[in-house]
């Protein structure tokens, strides 16, 4: 078998890569089409959450609080007696927000900021990657966290919280590409007969340089909707009527021992998502990767 | 390489076996063994041994004059000792003083003090160290807390004689002795706290049946015992030198470890047990749990009466109606603590117990309130008057203590099948939000207290200096009240306080000033190992009587 050797090792998930390397590529489209279908529903839940879900998230049956999975309650009651599955359907949604909002932003504005001092490089260069290496010496959930404190409880907080966490890594992937591809022949060829810097800009390098980064934004998504859950958990989101996942654990935690299933369906269904999430991006990326699609 | 990646799979699944037995192994020793063991009085308490105490926060100060936290007081009561004591039927026994007589007018306290007592820094106390102690607190410089409000109405202490002193007063004060008997209003060690000054706090020197050995900052304060002491209070058993050797007080601020250190072995005992785990507790065969209702000011919700339509007497009330405090009760503490009715809790003199099964919810005759005051629901459910919709602004501090803020998402809910929206606000600065600014509509609050005149400083009417140095909690003002309260303060016949506490009580619940909750109790999971525990009239801990069995 011939060993793989990947270039992009910031986008490695080690975790996943014994399924790729059995030759038995049936099992992988398992795995693909499993994320595929988990992912669908999870939306389907964000968009549709009343048509699935058997109880208002909000209605508190105070006759029947903290009992056990049984056939009225799929996933129990928590000790306000609401019912955890309904719960779990609603919450999806200010989690996939978190989520998706924040790489949404956070790929934008690294995007910008990678591909300026890729593509104009010298001083903007400098001053941008100084400022993006600054920001890399803090980890990415400290930087969230410091960030979240600050500006106060509220969903669009963190979701600000978390994209400035994930800008430095689409700024370096960005600022990579541009200058790769800024030096290829056609690009000179295009100034040669006299196209506009911007319309080289426009129509050659973004186009070509972006792929990298959607692979990114696929992967970062997973983290993103780890981290927002991890800001929510310890309290830094707000009491909202319907709980997102984060905050469900975080209400369901002190309970674990007399309680389980308040924890553990939420804990699951963030696991569920962000693996789904980051096998999908596995697979984007062996598409976008020259050397495995090559063998293919 | 592809012998690497089965050794990875393996680990994963060992781990996952790992977790999962993990999880089954607790479920089976849970509920082994099920017995309830009451044995007290085990003849001959054995000297000797160690207590780690678990406390759930981390003391502000051990300088009584300059704490602000019942916490600290946990750990101080146990350096400090008072001039009198506060008996269970809230009479005023002997301590360190021996007795006392009041003038004819009320205003001046003569106390003759024991003659056999040392600081544990080797310094006499005298009537010299009481006048210090109590000069210190009223002194500005000293910036003394909670301590303040309790010598209030203190004026100035005249030494008579070595053992005699006489406290003057600026105007009768009912509650002095019961104040006096607090921790905050502890006798400190002249000599100790001119040496320390402001590390006082971190140096603490007292009387009490412990002394002080170190304190590590959110790690732990360590006292030992104080073997010259014999001179214990009238509610303790033991009146001479502590049973035991040390105490460790322990923080550990996350519940479930807490009292899982106890389970497994780790502290001998910790405070403020969650209600969900103080079921499992009494299936538990080695631990012990001890249970007492604090005494003061039950957990409140306060209307801010500055705001409208709080002004108004007939919106509190639709509110009032409309929160069912019983199901709050049963569902967030499952039994463990006891609906409170009153402004005070029971325990109190002049507890009003005809005002218990007075207050029920009513949601149609809260919707018929406000239909009537021409608050009209809209399409979505909620009120509009004057084209605003009708909110409620509901704050609440951090971390959750006690489930509070779980409170707060109940009464959404229950306001919201009257039609008000309540916006919740969890905040870190209740410091600004609410004293500062003032800045709610409903604001929930405790406090531990002896004597019902802990309820003016709460529901008196504030001078516009008061206010501008903190916000009161309701912002309202009734003439009526006041004159009962001031009443209060200075009448000494107890029959005729009574009285007069009992309409201030009902006043301030008929009038909706306020939601009482729950009474808050202070609960203890122990080893059974452990004996003697005993609490004093306001539900602090006391460690005189505690012996460990071998």
Known sequence: MKEVVNTKTVLQVPKWKFARLHTNFSVSNFFIYGAGIIVIFIITCALFPKWLAPYSPTFMDTASTLSAPNSAHWFGTDYFGRDVLSLVIYGSRDSLIIGIASVLIGGLIGGIIGSAAGYFGGIIDVVFMRFIEILMTIPAVLLALAIAAALGPGLFNIVLAVAAASIPGYARVMRGQMISIKKRQYVDASRSIGTHEWKIFLWHLLPNSWSPLLVMATIGLGSSILIGAGLSFLGLGVIKEIPDWGALLSQGRGYLTVGWWICTFPGLAITLLVLSVNIMGDKLRDTFDPKISKKR | MKQVNQIKLLAILLVFVLLVSGC????????????????????????????????????????????????AVRAFRTIFDSLVVQAPDNTIKPWLATEWKISNDGKSYTFTLRKDVKFHDGTPFNAAAVKYSFDRINDPKTQAKNAVALLKPYQSSEVIDDYTIKINLATPSASFLSNLSQAMLGIVSPTAAEKYGDQFSKNPVGTGPYKFVSWSENADIV????????????????????????????????????????QSGQVLAAETVPPQNIASLKNDSKTQLLKVNTIGLPYTLFFNQRKAPWNDVKVRQAVQLAVDVDSIVKTLYLGTYERSWSPITPGILGYDKSLEGETKANIKKANQILDELGYKKGSDGIRVKDGKPFTLKYVDGTPNREKRNDIAVIVQQQLKKIGIKVEINITKDVATVIYKNADYDLYGNSQVNSDPNALRAIYHTRTPEEEAV??????????????????????????????????????????????????????????????????????????????IEQ
Not at chain 2, 493 to 516: F, N
């Open chain 2, 223 to 262: 006292v030992e015992k104080n073997k010259d002491y014999h001179w214990g209070p009238a509610n303790v058993e033991n009146k001479e030198a502590p049973y035991l050797d040390k105490i460790t007080f322990k923080i550990i601020p996350e519940e479930a470890t807490r009292i899982g250190s106890v």
């Open chain 2, 24 to 71: 089954a192994s607790s479920t089976s020793t849970k509920n082994s063994s099920s017995q309830e063991s009451n044995k007290e009085g085990a003849s001959h308490p054995k000297s000797g041994g160690d207590l780690t105490f678990a406390l759930a926060t981390s003391p502000d100060s051990l300088d009584p004059a300059r704490s602000g936290l019942a916490v």
């Open chain 2, 470 to 547: 903190f916000k009161g909690l309701t912002g309202g003002s009734d003439p009526e009240l006041d004159q009962w309260l001031e009443q209060g303060t200075i009448e000494l016949d107890p029959a005729k306080r009574e009285e007069t506490y009992k309409k201030v009580q009902q006043k301030i619940i008929k009038d909706a000033w306020i939601i009482p909750i729950y009474v808050f109790p202070y609960t203890v999971a122990a080893s059974k190992t452990v004996n003697g525990i005993t609490f004093d009239s306001l539900g602090y801990p006391l460690f005189n009587d505690v012996n």
